[in-house]
């Protein structure tokens, strides 16, 4: 594995607080707060959620002690939710059972993704969630995607407001999302082998549409990919994607901040606001022992995600002021359960599928 060390560098990713957009109708600080969210989604794709007058700290560590308990169980114990009981997609994951980029991921979970009608286990990602036996377990993580999910829309508006969305627009994007195809993992982590060829979670992008990690206190483990795009970002290198990334940028480390979660969005933002917000690359270099609880917040499963009239607006706008007479390129629309149901087909080394980690 490359010298993570020299790879990274010390930066600082904007701290938001959602307090805001938690009261109903005007609220001095919400130009503001959606006006940071703006700014951290066009720069970095990542940022930090404040949530101290959202989350009580106690249910987060709660959630972690469950984690710790059920990845302490026998091995025959945690196989009787395994993936291979259910769609592929649903339940627990063996150490190095992940794939990522062609390589083994260091480190077991638990997937649950959002209750469907009729629900088929023959059929990707359309089966039940299997949940652990451990006392409480079921009752305090549905409690958990509850919040997550009023979190998702909360930080859903509020970034409608920073690109400048009318009233009918935020509407018809909140349509887009209030039947959210979410996904929640619960990640445990053993230390990452010096030697190890791989990493304990290798570089991706997030699918969706935004993602709100629960992190545990360890430093350094969280490394998002920074190049510092701008309003308008057209760049052809003719190198691929990944080497691409790895001359024009720098490795950061995103480490867990007290009463905090850490938020990025996903590609569906990307389309949604054609490539004003680029999804960033993150990886996890875990040299700790413990666990991780990603939030997914997605769209809709049979939503249509095209680019967005206001993120437009802000182009055309920005290509006016610089004198740019080429016309944009805009993203080819998608439906999101397609796009989904083809990236989780590569994330196992059974051939079935998964959603990356955090």
């Given at each position: 594995m490359e010298d993570v060390k020299q790879a990274t560098r010390l930066a600082a990713l904007p701290v938001i607080s959602v307090e805001p957009f938690l009261h109903p109708g005007s609220h001095p600080g919400k130009l503001s707060t959606a006006a940071?969210?703006?700014?951290?989604?066009?720069?970095?794709?990542?940022?930090?959620?404040?949530?101290?007058?959202?989350?009580?700290?106690?249910?987060?560590?709660?959630?972690?002690?469950?984690?710790?308990?059920?990845?302490a169980l026998p091995q025959e114990e945690k196989d009787k939710i395994s993936l291979s009981r259910e769609d592929g997609a649903r339940g627990y994951a063996r150490l190095k059972e992940n794939v990522t980029n062609g390589k083994a991921d260091n480190h077991e979970g638990i997937d649950f993704y959002r209750p469907v009608d009729n629900p088929d286990r023959t059929k990707p990602v359309w089966g039940e969630n299997q949940w652990p036996a451990v006392p409480g377990f079921k009752e305090k993580y549905e409690a958990w995607v509850e919040k997550m999910q009023k979190l998702g829309m909360i930080v859903m508006e509020a970034m409608a407001t920073g690109l400048g969305m009318s009233p009918d627009e935020w509407a018809q994007l909140r349509n887009k999302v209030d039947e959210s195809f979410w996904v929640m993992r619960v990640i445990g982590y053993p230390p990452l082998p010096n030697d190890y060829d791989g990493f304990s979670c290798g570089a991706h992008k997030d699918y969706g549409c935004l993602t709100f990690l629960y992190a545990d206190p360890t430093p350094g483990a969280l490394q998002v990919y920074i190049n510092q795009p701008g309003l308008v970002v057209e760049t052809d290198s003719g190198l691929p994607a990944e080497r691409a990334v790895?001359?024009?940028?720098?490795?950061?480390?995103?480490?867990?901040?007290?009463?905090?979660?850490?938020?990025?969005?996903?590609?569906?933002?990307?389309?949604?606001?054609?490539?004003?917000?680029?999804?960033?690359?993150?990886?996890?270099?875990?040299?700790?022992?413990?666990?991780?609880?990603?939030?997914?917040?997605?769209?809709?499963?049979?939503?249509?995600?095209?680019?967005?009239?206001?993120?437009?607006?802000?182009?055309?706008?920005?290509?006016?002021?610089?004198?740019?007479?080429?016309?944009?390129?805009?993203?080819?629309?998608?439906?999101?359960?397609?796009?989904?149901?083809?990236?989780?087909?590569?994330?196992?080394?059974?051939?079935?599928?998964?959603?990356d980690a955090d």
């Amino acid at each position: 594995m490359e010298d993570v060390k020299q790879a990274t560098r010390l930066a600082a990713l904007p701290v938001i607080s959602v307090e805001p957009f938690l009261h109903p109708g005007s609220h001095p600080g919400k130009l503001s707060t959606a006006a940071a969210l703006h700014a951290a989604c066009s720069q970095y794709g990542f940022f930090y959620l404040d949530l101290t007058s959202y989350v009580d700290p106690s249910e987060a560590e709660e959630l972690t002690r469950l984690a710790r308990e059920f990845f302490a169980l026998p091995q025959e114990e945690k196989d009787k939710i395994s993936l291979s009981r259910e769609d592929g997609a649903r339940g627990y994951a063996r150490l190095k059972e992940n794939v990522t980029n062609g390589k083994a991921d260091n480190h077991e979970g638990i997937d649950f993704y959002r209750p469907v009608d009729n629900p088929d286990r023959t059929k990707p990602v359309w089966g039940e969630n299997q949940w652990p036996a451990v006392p409480g377990f079921k009752e305090k993580y549905e409690a958990w995607v509850e919040k997550m999910q009023k979190l998702g829309m909360i930080v859903m508006e509020a970034m409608a407001t920073g690109l400048g969305m009318s009233p009918d627009e935020w509407a018809q994007l909140r349509n887009k999302v209030d039947e959210s195809f979410w996904v929640m993992r619960v990640i445990g982590y053993p230390p990452l082998p010096n030697d190890y060829d791989g990493f304990s979670c290798g570089a991706h992008k997030d699918y969706g549409c935004l993602t709100f990690l629960y992190a545990d206190p360890t430093p350094g483990a969280l490394q998002v990919y920074i190049n510092q795009p701008g309003l308008v970002v057209e760049t052809d290198s003719g190198l691929p994607a990944e080497r691409a990334v790895e001359e024009e940028g720098c490795w950061i480390n995103a480490d867990p901040i007290p009463g905090s979660v850490v938020c990025n969005i996903g590609e569906m933002w990307e389309v949604w606001t054609n490539g004003l917000y680029k999804s960033t690359l993150h990886r996890v270099v875990h040299k700790g022992s413990n666990y991780r609880i990603p939030f997914f917040f997605e769209p809709n499963f049979h939503a249509r995600i095209e680019p967005l009239p206001a993120a437009l607006r802000l182009q055309e706008e920005d290509r006016r002021v610089r004198g740019i007479d080429k016309p944009v390129k805009i993203y080819t629309p998608l439906v999101y359960g397609d796009f989904l149901l083809k990236k989780v087909g590569s994330n196992f080394d059974t051939g079935k599928g998964r959603y990356d980690a955090d």
